[in-house]
């Protein structure tokens, strides 16, 4: 799992906000459709910035191994690295439980590697952060990586762009073999890469943090076709450094002859432990004028009898070591010394949970609180204070006021146009399991309040702050994460919207005034199969854009695409289900009497095609989805009129 760097003087500090070399781009149309997140690669040739500066840039402070400790497992993985042995392993996979540190040897290998000019590219994935957490981005980003590290591989990265047009939409698998794998092996056999390993050793790719990938399948597939080409090309002269926890879908496809399997644990010396505690402690002492005076009057501080508690206390865990001593020197609390915090952290479970709950009782009593903890928790990516207040319609001051309290297992950032992390994803954990947080449970009912802040920045304009580009991202994840809970968990809730249907009214009232809305609304609800923007337009024999300003306004409920061929698709049943019951929906209810027009608009779409190919008359009739959609819209009415309970007046409905 990746692990966060706590603040001043971590051991093993996390690479989670590591900024990947590989630049992303987004593509659109040229319609007015908002943009979405596809996935595009515009070759540019060399970076102007390295690789070592780029991951650093956006790393919190210390974000790498404390000096003098983790030298013996540092050692060992840049020895497997330095191999020359043509028919060495070439994957290492690192493992071991939360918080022992494999995201900082990570990051450590991946800058001491790219320092030798010899890192191909590093991928530090993070839970719940876009791109981050996903494999979408992950073969293009390490093509990026790779043009800029090896100029070499550059042309035939070039090459399979411009070849293959469609590449971008293919497998993960295709991807990495076209823009990863191939092109480094046929770069390899420049003259250049060839003295560089004989002289110095493989390339190396750093992947940290492979268990909080979203995509299963995904990371099975990458890993069965990584091992799959080294096996067909055993020479080629590339390693990959991977780490995670033990996940079943990882193990069960790492451990394999041809992966060099690494414990963390069986390298976690207590004496890197008492490195930390010393160095750290010896700093604060030389900080803090109320340890400085307790020492002059009782003498050193902390006692050696109570360091060695606290290491054995510790045990392997770097992050619980971190996050108990930022807890002791904690500066916001004015309710304690550090002299008095010391001995509760002794009492504390060897574990996060208990200083976690400690932690936020510090704020639990305060305005915001719950919502700010639980935005924190929910969001698919990190937000920073100005984003978290935007998207609360709160002040930034309280979002801060909360957090102040929490910097033991939050990182706040210096300004707040940065993101706002937690020092560990096992927070999360913590907060969305309630069996372990109790008090401090976010419920995942609680993406449908997220869905609805998100909703009041849907109104057409484009994002110019975090909230608003987070919003209009998101807002429809939310809400699919909501909706797919069983009932029980989705509520009672006690501010608006209390129900989904109070929801789906206030989405769709954004668009209501429109000239168009009413009838765009009426060929989506009652139509057994989605249709795309341009039939809407086709159908109602209006502009494409016009249609399109109405439905930006209701993607919290209903998805559009950039591409206006493709399907217009309601975000859940519930949504076509609230527009065609009249008792839920009210002022926008769709009849079934609107199947009397659709099953006019689309005869006479077909009548169209007819009278314009008259020489394919026989075929039109047989084959046109006009056709077959006329008459099952006229069957749908019909069937309508034989039911009592629905009053139909087809004069009213044209």
Known sequence: MAESPPARGEILLNAHNSKLAGRSTTSSTETTLPATKRPSFRFSGRFSMPLTLEIERSLPPDSACFPGTRIDVIRMIVAWADSTLLRNTHVLWLYGFVGCGKSAIALAIALKFERRNRLVGSFFFFQNTGDRSRMARFATTLAYQLAAAIPEAAPFIKRAITEESGLLNLSLVAQFRRLVYEPFKAAA????????????????????????CEDRKDVEAFIDDMLDFFKKNPLVPLRFLITSRVEQHISGHLKNDQVCLENLVNHCSRSDIETLMDTCFDEEKKRNPTIGAYIQEHGDWPTKKDKDKLVDH????????????????????????????????????????TLYAKTLSRSQHLPHFSDVMSTLALTFEPLPIIGIAGLLGIECFEVVRVLINLQAIIHIPGTDDLPVTMCHTSLRDFLTTESRSRCFFTPPSYHFYLSYRCSTFHDGRQPDTAAASYSIDRCAEHFKQFIHLPPAA???????????????AHILAKSENDLHFFDIISVI??????????????????????????????????SIQENCDLPVAMCHTSVRQFLTTESRSGRFFVSPSSHLKL??????????????????????????????????????????????KDIVRPHEVF
Do not use: C
């Not at 807890?327 to 996060?352: A, C, E, F, V, W």
């Not at 779409?605 to 959609?629: A, T």
């Open 490 to 504: 989705q509520g009672p809730f006690p501010r608006f919207p209390q129900t989904p249907d109070a929801f789906y």
């Open 314 to 353: 510790i045990g392997g865990s770097f992050i619980f070591a971190s996050a108990l001593f930022k807890y002791i020197l904690d500066p916001t609390d004015d309710q304690s010394t550090p002299m008095d915090r010391l001995p509760h952290t002794l009492s504390m479970n060897p574990g996060l949970d």
């Open 599 to 644: 099953s006019y608009n689309y005869f006479s779409l077909n009548l169209k095609d007819l009278l314009s190919n008259p020489q394919l008359f026989p075929v039109v009739i047989q084959s046109s989805k006009w056709r077959d959609r006329s008459h099952w819209h006229w069957q749908e009415f019909l069937k309508a009129m034989s039911e009592p």
């Open 189 to 212: 056999k420049r003259v250049r890469l060839l003295k560089t390993f004989l002289l110095k050793g493989p390339f190396l790719i750093v992947i940290d943090g492979l268990d909080e």
């Open 525 to 558: 609800a009652p139509f057994h199969e989605p249709t795309s923007v341009a039939e809407i337009s086709e159908l109602l024999g209006i502009e494409t854009a016009k249609v399109v300003q109405v439905l930006v306004n209701l993607q919290p409920v209903i």
